[in-house]
């Protein structure tokens, strides 16, 4: 059975588990402990984590505020934001295709007096510039913009979008779940003030995460979502997930040390060319601005669930996102780039990981494209 759905989560990294593992045993103390040796192991090793995911994104350990994972990290900076700033306005701005946990705090938030715009994107899944530089007014207090899309893989122009807001003086927020450990983050480069990472999508654990928030120019405010004993800052009450934390860092250190996903890119372009070949088939998202791990592609008039039905024996691919695939709807990120219901049913999403071999490529190609003709010929 090969994996193919690396966007969805990822095979914990063997060196992380290892890790991790005398945290769930012998190691077991509360990071906050301070009068013995196990409380001191576990904020020793909580440190070093800190550390390690702060140097992945080119932050400040203090920046770095561990969590459960991007769902909370987002639900935290948002309405964090709102809360706080919501003398100086009521406005935020971000985008159609955004991932669900963004989308649905922003409705929420629509509901307790929060003014939402959401910009469009274009065919290849890219916002407009100049429609962004339009929204923005004097009550907007945050834009928030992924890094990169779960589905399409599409990179958004993070550095350009983190301009204009510093620009204007706006909080900049970047989704960067699926970015991170993938492609170079860098929160000063880019222009972030807010990040979020999960650690499962980067052969870490599940469960854990972090949020990353500048600390200086400009001095950010955020109300915590959990209140309790005054841990992370009195950003994140709750006892450390020591064994998580410690997880992610080490997933962060192996991340960086790998640095780019060039093998991967390498074996991304070799599938689309030979999935390039079948008729009726066509790829969604910028060509170049786009995750090297990920292809989404519309096999024109083909129910993208019977052709995963057909091979879900031998490959594990995803149509729309994993977090959504309960419900059976369109994929609200192709029908925002082409408004067609039809393309959206006909897509799916193969994302592939960095273990994976030429070999498993031509494998998976050759019955994808048989799967795919014979589909056809019966209708
Ligand atoms: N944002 C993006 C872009 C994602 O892909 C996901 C997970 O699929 C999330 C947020 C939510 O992350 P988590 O599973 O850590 O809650």
């Not at 991304?268 to 998202?285: T, Y």
Request: aromatic share 6%.
């Amino acid at each position: 059975m090969l994996y193919l759905d690396n966007n969805s989560t990822t095979k914990i990294d063997e060196e992380v588990l290892n890790e991790m593992l005398p945290y769930l045993n012998y190691s077991y103390g509360n990071s906050a402990s301070r009068t013995h040796k196990f409380g001191w192991d576990a904020n020793d090793a909580v440190k070093k984590a800190r550390e390690r995911v702060a140097n992945l994104i080119n932050a400040k350990p203090d920046e770095i505020t561990f969590n459960s994972g991007s769902t909370e990290g987002i639900n935290f900076l948002i309405k964090g934001v709102f809360e706080e700033y919501l003398e100086k306005g009521n406005h935020i701005i971000t985008v159609k295709t955004e991932h669900k946990a963004v989308l649905d705090v922003c409705e929420f938030l629509s509901n307790k007096g929060g003014e939402i715009t959401y910009l469009n994107v274009n065919k290849d899944g890219l916002i407009d510039i100049n429609e962004l530089k339009n929204a923005i007014s004097d009550k907007t207090i945050l834009i928030s913009v992924m890094y990169a899309n779960n589905e399409t893989g599409v990179i958004q122009d993070i550095k350009d979008i983190g301009k204009i807001a510093r620009e204007n003086n706006i909080l900049f927020m970047t989704d960067a779940t699926q970015a991170v450990g993938k492609i170079k983050v860098d929160v000063i480069e880019d222009n972030i003030d807010l990040l979020t990472i999960s650690a499962h999508k980067l052969h870490g654990p599940k469960g854990v995460g972090a949020v990353f928030i500048k600390r200086r120019f400009p001095k950010i405010k955020i109300t915590p979502l959990l209140h309790g004993g005054g841990h992370e800052k009195g950003y994140r009450s709750g006892t450390i997930n020591v064994a998580g934390v410690v997880g992610l860092g080490k997933a962060s250190e192996i991340a960086q040390k790998l640095g780019e996903y060039k093998s991967v890119l390498k074996l991304r372009n070799q599938l689309e060319k030979e999935l390039s070949e079948i008729e009726g088939i066509s790829l969604n998202g910028d060509l170049n601005k786009r995750l090297p791990n990920t292809i989404n592609v519309c096999i024109s008039g083909v129910d993208a669930e019977a052709i995963i039905i057909k091979i879900r024996d031998e490959f594990a691919i995803a149509s729309g996102s994993a977090c959504t695939s309960a419900e059976v709807l369109p994929s609200h990120v192709i029908m925002a780039m082409y408004e067609n219901e039809e393309k959206a049913y006909s897509s799916i999403r193969i994302s592939l990981g960095k273990n994976i071999t030429t070999k498993e490529i031509q494998r998976f190609s050759k019955i994808l494209k048989k799967k795919i003709i014979s589909i056809k010929n019966i209708i």
